[in-house]
């Protein structure tokens, strides 16, 4: 999983962090959709511990948009 400056595939990389791992998330925007495993999400998760924008899919909750996270 990669971390991007920007809530889009081609921004520039910043992190790669191990998984499974506990993450901050504070806001989240819409962008373009990633499919993972059958699973596809137009939503990104900002990690400010990172510097980055994770697509949701990562983030181990059932709902697409991160319930209680608000918009970046």
Do not use: I
Not at 16 to 34: A, D, I, L, Y
């Amino acid at each position: 999983m990669s971390l991007r400056k920007q809530a889009t595939t081609a921004s520039a990389r910043v992190a790669s962090p191990p998984g499974p791992t506990t993450v901050r998330v504070t806001c989240q925007v819409r962008g373009r959709s990633v499919t993972y495993n059958g699973l596809t999400n137009d939503a990104r998760a900002y990690l400010p511990d990172y510097g980055g924008y994770l697509p949701s899919l990562f983030v181990d909750v059932p709902e697409a948009w991160l319930p209680g996270v608000p918009t970046c």
